[in-house]
């Protein structure tokens, strides 16, 4: 099966820069998104295909996908951004495929 | 704007069959993309569990396919999950989404529902 790993916490300043990993083999070969999950709420989609933002997601959250591991970047971080963070891929064999998640902690 | 809607009972009894459908709205089904349930067990992370077409045809978690089916009712404009066999660890919140792609391995989750708790306990 086809997995991807994701740090279970990463920590970041208020106003600073935050990266969140997904590592998988070749994941740069695939296309990567990710979803910002709230507590009691359902997951929200805010990169798809590597790097490209829906519509009414701040442009402070980008996306990229290289070799072994895919990052989600959050620039100039808010409070509002303390979240669970998930990034999904599609393989060939087993489908739709989740990282574990994880928990961002704005300090 | 598409809405989805989880609906179905909140408690399942070990053994049985966990039903839920999913009621979407301000998109008719017919019009294409697939659909999909996604479950999350309580403080735990994303597990997806399959996928349906407008025309039916389905792609399933092969760690659930042989407990696992997704039909579509187009008339309704609704889908539906079944697992059969059902124990503790089936015990979950369920989410339906639309599942949007550009072609080839490009795959996510646009719009999801509210999610709906499902306990599995006798």
């Known amino acids: 099966s086809y997995d991807l790993s994701q740090p279970p916490s990463v920590s970041v300043f208020l106003g600073q820069t935050a990266s969140i990993t997904c590592s998988g083999d070749?994941?740069?070969?695939?296309?990567v998104c990710w979803y910002q999950q709230k507590p009691g709420q359902s997951p929200v989609l805010v990169i798809y295909q590597d790097n490209k933002r829906p519509s009414g997601i701040p442009e402070r959250f980008s996306g990229s996908n290289s070799g072994n591991t895919a990052t989600l970047t959050i620039s100039g971080t808010q409070a509002v951004d303390e979240a669970d963070y998930y990034c999904q891929a599609w393989d060939s064999r087993t489908y739709v495929v989740f990282g574990g998640g994880t928990k961002l902690t704005v300090l | 704007q598409v809405q989805l809607q989880e609906s179905g009972p909140g408690l399942v009894k070990p053994s049985e069959t966990l039903s839920l459908t999913c009621a979407v709205s301000g998109y008719s089904i017919s019009s294409g993309y697939y659909w999909g349930w996604i479950r999350q067990p309580p403080g735990k992370g994303l597990e997806w569990i399959g996928n349906v077409y407008q025309s039916g045809s389905t792609f399933y978690n092969p760690s659930l396919k042989s407990r696992v089916t997704i039909s579509v009712d187009t008339s309704n404009n609704r889908f539906s999950l079944k697992l059969n066999s059902v124990t503790a660890a089936d015990t979950a919140v369920y989410y339906c989404?639309?599942?949007?792609?550009?072609?080839?391995?490009?795959?996510?989750?646009?719009?999801w529902g509210q999610g709906a708790l499902v306990t599995v306990s006798s």
């Open positions: 989404a639309r599942r949007s792609s550009l072609g080839g391995s490009s795959s996510w989750f646009d719009s």
């Open positions: 070749k994941v740069g070969d695939k296309y």
